[in-house]
């Protein structure tokens, strides 16, 4: 999840990691608020070039993150700090900016906590996220409703000792794949993407099938309690194996294929995709 955080004006764009529930912020735009330097990339070699050289531990602590460029909006990797990291950060930066930005980084962190106390907020703010980017109401209901579906699977994969990306990963590809034909990357190419969530380019009738697959495969983890890597692997084919029998059934009395080539491009296409899109 990634946003556009505003402060006074300045836009700081950030990271929402949920497996580690933490903000990550980008230090370039930091530096540019506190010091409201011309170039704030050379202010920031320099800056932690010092700061290497001294230990300071936000330095050994910074890691690197794809963010969009404000320039172009492409995805360049990115120095990034949680928030300890940027309050260690601004202790090094003498600015009068720094008390009102410790206030600012404060209510970011706040909001988030009321959402994970009140989820109710969190989808609201999701639905306005999608509302703002022209997706139709139809369509925003489901994905939300994917959200929570995918979060229900990923928390019983950590009960079952899965607790990397990487992991993740895989058994998410092992799924669709089992689903749709495709893994995650074959289906962004099929839709012609690249950085942006599949999901977010999912039709009505993909994001349901994929959620059947999800929901089912949720269900046979919390029935069998697999204990190996192998053993989560099989049951994630197999969750995909019951949308995918739903989808061929789906796909005989449509008369065409589901899985479609509609991206976010045309947003209100996603939602009537099944009664347009031939295609395929």
């Keep these: 999840m990634s946003n556009i955080k505003i402060f006074e004006n300045k836009n700081i764009r950030s990271h929402w990691d949920a497996e580690k529930e933490e903000w990550f912020f980008s230090v370039v735009d930091i530096v540019e608020v506190l010091t409201e330097s011309k170039d704030s990339n050379d202010y920031w070699k320099v800056l932690k070039s010092r700061l290497k050289a001294e230990g300071n531990e936000s330095v050994t602590n910074c890691n690197q993150l794809k963010l969009p460029s404000h320039k172009d909006g492409k995805y360049y990797k990115t120095d990034v700090l949680d928030t300890k990291g940027v309050l260690r950060l601004v202790q090094s930066i003498p600015s009068p900016n720094a008390e009102p930005f410790k206030v600012w980084l404060a209510q970011v962190g706040a909001e988030r906590l009321d959402e994970i106390a009140d989820p109710e907020k969190a989808v609201l703010r999701g639905a306005e996220f999608y509302r703002q980017k022209g997706y139709t109401e139809g369509w925003i209901n489901q994905r939300l409703r994917s959200i ?105 009395r449509l008369g065409q294929s589901v899985i479609s080539k509609l991206n976010a491009k045309d947003k209100t296409q996603l939602e009537i995709e099944a009664k347009r899109d031939k295609d395929v």
């Design 148 to 252: 929570e579906i995918r979060k229900e699977l990923t928390d019983e994969w950590k009960e079952r000792g899965i607790d990397k990306e990487t992991d993740y990963a895989i058994l998410t590809n092992e799924m669709t794949k089992a689903w749709s034909g495709m893994t995650v990357q074959q289906y962004k190419q099929h839709k012609d993407i690249k950085k942006e969530n599949l999901r977010d380019n999912m039709t009505n009738i993909e994001l349901t099938l994929n959620q059947l697959a999800e929901v089912t495969t949720t269900a046979l983890s919390k029935n069998e309690r697999p204990e190996t890597f192998d053993e989560n692997k099989k049951l994630a084919r197999e969750g995909g194996a019951v949308a995918k029998s739903a989808k061929i059934d789906i796909e005989k």
